[in-house]
């Protein structure tokens, strides 16, 4: 939405997030355990931050950003693993239920098999190693795929055999940007390009098709496994859709452009806010990606007009946004329906709510330094 690099994007980005990669998860373990519990494991947090910021910096800056969270988190989850080897907490604590007064265990329904005192839960056998590694081949696979699709060299590769580039009759270069958004009339492209193989979600279907040969299912099988989702994503597809065509809308209609200059007038708070811009995006969109492209554009247009780094507003949404994804609809059903907790989700966003704009608030310092005072960490 930007036409910014998204090699530069995802560097700014990795230049962001690495600090709350350490400080969300103390945050976590605090609020489910209150100070004393995160003491105790204080340890294995740090390796578990540790683990995965410095991963996700040197990834993001000198690798690309399509494959961040996937090796990040590989080798942060071998680390604390590795690490629970040689040092374990003196005390642990194996129960759902928070530290804090909190009522929500006794709601919930017990499983099926989770018994009760006069009959207590059938002691299910431990998996043998060949199971553990039959469930943990399709992520595996997964993993490899995108790691592949990630690179440069594939997407150099396939891009001039597998694409589709269509540029839009009676609209493309038709509408023009003028000043102040620009210096000289810049006309707007309306293209649709349409590099199906390179796509991620190419690379995440192909990755799903060999797993599920691989756990045995017949092409038949398969066709009705993806019809069955296709039906319960229909609703999430049609909203994606038109939270796509929405962020196109914006653009051609000049609406991001309107929007960013009247946004400009927060002036030097504006690094702040943006960023709390992009929080309230995904918070009402419930995606980092709808959010980008609803506000992208104008995070661009508003930082040109302030003269601020365009890369940085617009890493500045896109991390902002990641703290809003705790209240947004769809992860909090997400949250209710793993748990068994159904009904309960206004107690879950309440719960959650002040976590998530504290820390938005500190995304956006953390920006406004970088703006005006930790010049040196801006991607140019």
Not at 87 to 113: G, V
Not at 298 to 327: F, R
């Amino acid at each position: 939405m930007t036409g910014i690099d998204p090699f530069l994007l995802g560097a700014m980005v990795g230049r962001q997030l690495p600090f709350f990669s350490l400080i969300v998860p103390f945050w976590v373990v605090w609020a489910f355990a209150g100070w004393r519990g995160m003491i105790q494991v204080w340890p294995a947090i740090l390796v578990t931050g540790v683990s995965f910021a410095i991963p996700q910096f040197l990834i993001s800056n000198y690798v690309n950003p399509w494959i961040v969270d996937i090796g990040a988190s590989l080798i942060s989850m071998a680390c604390l693993i590795g690490f629970l080897q040689v040092w374990q907490p003196k005390e642990l604590w194996l129960s759902a239920k928070l530290r804090t007064r909190d009522d929500s265990a006794a709601t919930m329904p017990l499983p099926q098999d989770a018994g009760s005192a006069a009959t207590p839960a059938t002691q299910k056998p431990k998996p043998t190693t060949a199971e553990v590694w039959a469930a943990l081949l399709p992520w595996i696979v997964v993993c490899v795929i995108l790691l592949i699709w990630g690179t440069g060299w594939f997407k150099s590769a396939v891009n001039p055999i597998f694409s589709w580039n269509y540029d839009v009759p009676g609209l493309d270069r038709l509408i023009n940007k003028v000043a102040p958004v620009v210096p000289a009339p810049t006309p707007e492209r309306a293209q649709f390009l349409f590099t199906y193989l390179s796509f991620t979600g190419s690379g995440m279907l192909i990755a799903a098709i060999i797993s599920g040969f691989i756990m045995g299912f017949s092409p038949v099988r398969l066709i009705v496994a993806y019809g069955k989702t296709i039906k319960v994503c229909a609703y999430s597809l049609i909203t994606i859709s038109a939270m796509l065509a929405i962020g196109t809308l914006t653009r051609l209609s000049g609406i991001d452009a309107t929007l960013g200059l009247a946004f400009a007038g927060a002036g030097v708070l504006y690094p702040f806010f943006g960023t709390l811009l992009g929080w309230l995006g995904v918070a009402l969109t419930g995606s980092d990606t709808a959010s980008n492209i609803l506000f992208g554009n104008l995070q661009k247009i508003t930082s040109e007009q302030l003269g601020l780094s365009p890369i940085l507003m617009g890493a500045a949404n896109s991390s902002g946004g990641v703290m809003g994804k705790m209240i947004d609809a769809q992860s909090i059903v997400v949250a209710s329906t793993a748990t068994n907790w159904f009904g309960h989700e206004g107690t879950i966003l309440r719960f959650v709510f002040g976590h998530s704009i504290a820390l938005a608030c500190l995304v956006g310092i953390l920006v406004m330094l970088q703006a005006y005072v930790l010049t040196g960490m801006i991607v140019h």
